[in-house]
Nanobody, 126 residues
Framework: VQLVESGGGLVQAGGSLRLSCVVS????????IGWFRQGPEKEREGVTC????????YYADSVKGRFTISGDIEVNTFYLQLNSLKPEDTAVYFC????????????????????WGQGTQVTVSS
């Protein structure tokens, strides 16, 4: 099983980044792909996830209207578009695979994740 993220970097506040996650080794029919993040001295938090079966997506309140998750099943690649970035978005961003029933409000947490990527650093300067 592999989840490989890329696309992190340093950006000024108000800027944008696009993260990518290439997945392999497990059946996407059973898993929702999403993203978590962990900032300095903070707990890991669920940012967004997407049900590939119907395109339904969950977003944390802190990123609604700014971040967008998408996926291209044909190439097993998922994306997180980060717009209007703020310094508080600075974190390591992790791609994650969890069973579909975890991909919803008040349920999407680390405890439901079966597979993790290695993480990619996003740093937003003020």
């Amino acid at each position: 099983v592999q989840l490989v993220e890329s696309g992190g970097g340093l950006v000024q506040a108000g800027g944008s980044l696009r993260l990518s996650c290439v997945v392999s080794g497990f059946n996407l029919d059973h898993y929702a792909i999403g993203w978590f993040r962990q900032g300095p001295e903070k707990e890991r938090e669920g940012v967004t996830c997407m049900d590939n079966r119907d395109g339904r997506a969950y977003y944390a309140d802190s990123v609604k209207g700014r971040f967008t998750i998408s996926g291209d099943i044909e190439v097993n690649t998922f994306y997180l578009q980060l717009n209007s970035l703020k310094p508080e978005d600075t974190a390591v961003y992790f791609c994650a695979a969890a069973p579909y029933y975890f991909c919803q409000e008040n349920r999407y947490s680390s405890s439901g994740v079966h597979y993790w990527g290695q993480g990619t650093q996003v740093t937003v300067s003020s």
